[in-house]
Antibody
Framework: EVQLVESGGGLVKPGGSLRLSCAGSGFSFKDAYMSWVRQAPGKGLEWVGHIKSKVNGGTTDYAAPVKGRFSISRDDSLNTVILQMNSLKTEDTAVYYC???????????WGQGTLVTVSS | DIQMTQSPSSLSASVGDRVTITCRASQSISNYLNWYQQKPGKAPRLLIYAASTLQSGVPSRFTGSGSGTEFTLTIRSLQPEDFSTYYCQQSYSTPTWTFGQGTKVDIK
């Protein structure tokens, strides 16, 4: 059974940093493209960024609102993907989901989500 | 970015009803269109990908159709567990896969 488990959410002040982790199991993690998707309270879904598998270059891409502030990395030896969030803004408040990309067919596996609240 | 627009934003329906949700893309996305179901407090679940292919384990009362810029999700006979919010998503413009704003289906 595929499992994605996020951790690291919490309350942080504007301008602060937070590091989210996502541990995967039940699939070939090293071959997976991993994405982060967020959902602000009462709002819709927004892609945050992704990281390709190392065999495909391990490169990252980010949504415009987070580019330059967020970074994604992976440790295939630990089956873990990390979302490092810096210079946080109140508008970054959201539940952050870790997902696997199903080729070009969307996100077929999701974690349970972790809540990030940016507030003074 | 490709904009995705769903209609309606919400609808009320009864168990057994046929429900149709429409999703329009701001440019042609071929059949790179996916549908998700999300229940309150839960992560989304992939229902349909490539416009019309049912994800494993999804009941056959869900069908998807369309190509280009206009797509539909149909629930043939609404069941109690189907009351949820549904999102479309384009996966044509990699990696920026954008979502529609969602359609909430609640009980009439």
């Amino acid at each position: 059974e595929v499992q994605l488990v996020e951790s690291g959410g919490g309350l942080v002040k504007p301008g602060g940093s937070l590091r989210l982790s996502c541990a995967g199991s039940g699939f070939s993690f090293k071959d997976a493209y991993m994405s982060w998707v967020r959902q602000a309270p009462g709002k819709g879904l927004e892609w945050v960024g992704h990281i390709k598998s190392k065999v495909n270059g391990g490169t990252t891409d980010y949504a415009a609102p987070v580019k330059g502030r967020f970074s994604i990395s992976r440790d295939d030896s630990l089956n873990t993907v990390i979302l490092q969030m810096n210079s946080l803004k109140t508008e970054d408040t959201a539940v952050y989901y870790c997902t696997t990309e199903f080729y070009s067919n969307g996100y077929n596996n999701w974690g349970q989500g972790t809540l990030v609240t940016v507030s003074s | 970015d490709i904009q995705m627009t769903q209609s309606p934003s919400s609808l009320s329906a009864s168990v057994g009803d046929r429900v149709t949700i429409t999703c329009r893309a701001s440019q042609s996305i071929s059949n790179y269109l996916n549908w998700y179901q999300q229940k309150p407090g839960k992560a989304p679940r992939l229902l349909i990908y490539a416009a019309s292919t049912l994800q494993s384990g999804v009941p056959s009362r869900f069908t998807g159709s369309g190509s280009g810029t206009e797509f539909t999700l149909t629930i043939r006979s609404l069941q109690p567990e189907d009351f949820s919010t549904y999102y479309c998503q384009q996966s044509y413009s990699t990696p920026t896969w954008t979502f529609g704003q969602g359609t909430k289906v609640d009980i009439k």
